[in-house]
């Protein structure tokens, strides 16, 4: 009951996002210096306050090895996937890129986090900050790929100049954050006291701000435009329902505990990643129908996290 009630709060959150930017309290120039801020400060003030914060034992650093297979294993998972389901619904030319996005990226920063922290606390918070890592090794490889295809039909560089995979794409705050807390709790180092209160309080606002965003950012779809596309539902369905039951399915074969099971299931019963739609513009693809799929998901996401939660 505790975490359906974590959960509800999560969706309030989001609701205050929504209604604030009907009301045209928060602005588009607003929402754009709160995800700066969220991902560049906050999320990484929490990272490394959650890290830092562990003491270290070799239990604890195996469990986040075999965290870190499972989670390239999940991602195996979902890019095979991504590949059946736009051929099972006949979805084709861009309609296939964003799907196949849909399948492989979760939004792993915005409700992952917040999600994770409300069924297992900052252990929980811990232990996802490693899971996440090769999110950005994936997303900047097989991602770009699957949108760059548009410009590659034009006979375009599909990774040009405005896309060319270099290493500072893959370093970003959260990134570097992982790895500053990681050192931390491999050499059992600590903040200063006032730092630390300091990067904790900051850090304490990544949920709230971030599920007030996403509520935000959803009130910018027009509602007749969301709802037009049943291939979105049926993708939706796949990501927040199918993908987890199959992950939770595999992984219970193997003897693991709550969170070793319990973490690779909620990244991959979250929405689409937010940066969807971001990245489809960048690389000239259908950005209309990756925000109809970031509403939807999320939207759908407020009924199928706490299903998903009571089968862990």
């Keep these: 009951m505790e975490t359906l009630n974590q959960i509800l709060v999560l969706f309030l959150l989001l609701i205050i996002g929504y209604i604030c930017k009907k009301l045209r309290i928060i602005s588009n120039d607003m929402n754009r210096d709160i995800s700066n801020f969220i991902t560049s400060i906050a999320l990484p003030c929490l990272i490394i306050v959650t890290l830092s914060s562990f003491e270290f034992s070799k239990e604890v650093l195996a469990k986040s090895g075999r965290l870190f297979i499972i989670s390239w ?3 195996g998972l979902s890019i095979a996937i991504s590949y059946i389901v736009p051929k099972f619904i006949k979805a084709e030319g861009t309609s296939r890129d964003i799907f196949q996005f849909m399948m492989v990226f979760s939004n792993v920063g915005f ?3 917040p999600v994770v922290n409300a069924v297992f606390g ?3 918070v811990f232990y996802t900050a490693l899971y996440n890592l090769p999110f950005n090794m994936v997303i900047w490889s097989f991602g770009v790929a699957v949108l760059s ?3 590659m039909k034009q006979n375009k560089l599909a990774l040009d100049e405005r896309g060319s995979i270099q290493i500072k ?6 990134l570097i954050a992982v790895f500053i807390g990681f050192t931390m709790f491999l050499t ?3 903040l200063p006291g ?4 300091a990067f904790k309080m900051v850090g304490d606002v990544t949920t709230p701000m971030a599920m007030v965003f996403i509520g935000s950012i959803l009130a910018d779809i027009h509602i007749k435009e969301i709802f037009s596309n049943t291939k979105v539902f049926i993708v939706s369905a796949v990501r927040l329902v199918v993908l987890p039951i199959l992950v939770l399915l ?3 074969m193997f003897d693991l505990d709550e969170i070793m099971t319990g973490i690779p299931v909620l990244i991959a019963a979250m929405p689409v990643a937010a940066n969807c739609a971001i990245m489809a513009t960048r690389y000239e693809n259908d950005y209309h129908l990756a925000s109809q799929a970031i509403f939807i998901s999320t939207m759908l996401s407020m009924i199928t996290i706490p299903l998903i939660v009571t089968l862990l």
Aim: aromatic share 10%; charged share 15%; no cysteine.
């Design 250 to 252: 595999i992984l219970k």
């Design 73 to 75: 294993g999940v991602y």
């Design 194 to 197: 006032p730092v630390y209160q």
């Design 149 to 151: 295809r548009p410009s």
């Design 111 to 113: 409700m992952g986090y």
């Design 122 to 124: 900052e252990t929980g």
């Design 169 to 174: 794409q893959l370093i970003n705050p959260g």
């Design 188 to 190: 059992s180092t600590r």
